[in-house]
């Protein structure tokens, strides 16, 4: 199968791999696909978030909730 893109498409798929974050090109169309097929589940997303905050509960990094929100209205009472 071939694809075109456009030059804009491609430019910045060209972009991302010099800038490491892709190893080549197929790669980054194949996280594209694979973004399009994540599309069909809405949270996909949030997923890997809510793996990582399991994981810091599990390794005791948590914050309590009380000390959260002082640290919001702290920051409210900053604010301009």
């Not at 798929?13 to 589940?41: K, P, T, Y």
């Amino acid at each position: 199968m071939q694809i075109r893109l456009t030059k804009e498409h491609e430019d910045w798929l060209r972009a991302q791999v010099a800038a490491g974050r892709f190893a080549s090109l197929d790669d980054a169309i194949a996280e594209a696909v694979a973004g399009l097929r994540g599309d069909d589940d809405e949270l996909a997303w949030a997923r890997p978030l809510v793996a990582e905050g399991l994981a810091e509960l599990d390794a005791g990094k948590a914050i309590p909730a009380e000390e959260v929100f002082a640290r919001i209205e702290a920051r409210l009472r900053q604010a301009p």
